[in-house]
């Protein structure tokens, strides 16, 4: 069974998938272009975040996937670490770009 290949692969997606969200968050409160494709493409930016990152979860895992040869434990614990470590960091970042942008007006 390959199944700390395929969570080691879905967690590798996730890590690149909340870096892309974090990205396009930060981006579009910095860049009017790109709030407004996102907008524009998606008709609201909320739901071209949402597809993008749906998108961009499942291009990361199936890649990485593909490298991944061995089925390691050790290797699917770590990455699933790194994941929640990851989901904090941007969390927080978002966090306190919010109060930051909202206190300032």
């Known amino acids: 069974m390959n199944r ?7 967690s590798i997606g996730a890590i690149l998938t909340v870096l892309v969200i974090l990205g396009l968050t930060i981006g579009g409160e910095f860049s009017a272009p790109l709030k407004g494709w996102l907008k524009a493409t998606f008709t609201h930016h909320w ?11 499942i291009i990361f895992s199936f890649i990485a ?5 061995d089925n390691n434990e050790a290797r699917a614990e770590k990455l699933l670490m790194a994941l929640f470590k990851v989901s904090i960091l941007a969390t927080l970042t978002i966090s306190v ?7 300032i007006h």
């Open 65 to 69: 996937r593909m490298f991944i040869k």
């Open 47 to 57: 739901l071209g975040k949402s597809a993008i990152s749906i998108l961009s979860f």
């Open 4 to 10: 700390f290949k395929t969570i080691s692969a879905v």
């Open 97 to 103: 770009l919010f109060f930051y942008l909202f206190s």
